[in-house]
């Protein structure tokens, strides 16, 4: 948008700086008289006339020249900013997306090690039904199973989040707020 604006604007101070012909006529009457009577013929007498001019910008052309210099510049600018805000984004939309691969390996990981604790708690809470183990043993054993599946809760909730971050870092996230058709 400011990069638009300052188009036009160089475009208007080009256009300043021409040479310009324009051509004014004019065609009508004016009344003379001391009173205002407009129905009376002999008191209108007629009032035209054609006029040309032509401008011709021969002072301040150095102020031409520097307002164009810094009205390119800010142009290039505005460019460049413009491009490294993208390549920021792109940046931070590649880190998003590793971090999201790291998050899903942890997932895995987790997922794994909790099918191991919840076999390891099956087994332990079978020997306690033997009585071949205490109930503090498996007490700690759910608590370590609960502490699994709130582990994997929360890395779920990150991958979320970190997915909501590559969307918006990408320039997709108006793709969640459109109404499905």
Do not use: C, D
């Not at 502490?147 to 779920?156: F, G, P, V």
């Not at 970190?162 to 997709?172: A, D």
Request: proline letters at 2%; aromatic letters at 10%; zero cysteines.
């Amino acid at each position: 948008m400011e990069q638009e604006t300052a188009r036009l604007e160089l475009q208007t101070v080009k256009a300043n700086s021409l040479p310009t012909l324009s051509l004014e006529a004019f065609l009508g009457a004016n009344q003379y008289n001391q009173h205002f009577s407009p129905f009376e013929k002999h008191t209108w007498y007629g009032s035209s006339y054609v006029g040309v001019s032509f401008k011709l910008p021969i002072l301040f052309k150095e102020n031409f020249t520097a307002r164009n210099k810094r009205l390119q510049l800010n142009i290039r600018i505005l460019s460049l900013q413009e491009e490294e805000e993208r390549s920021r984004l792109s940046t931070e939309a590649l880190q998003s997306y590793y971090r999201i691969q790291a998050i899903r390996q942890e997932i895995n990981r987790i997922k794994e090690n909790k099918a191991l604790e919840q076999q390891s708690l099956l087994i332990l809470s079978r020997r306690f039904k033997e009585q071949q183990t205490t109930a503090f043993e498996l007490n700690l054993e759910e608590l370590e199973y609960l502490k699994m599946q709130t582990a994997l809760s929360q890395k779920y909730t990150e991958e979320v989040i970190e997915t909501l971050n590559y969307l918006q870092n990408s320039g997709l996230l108006y793709l969640l707020l459109q109404e499905p058709e």
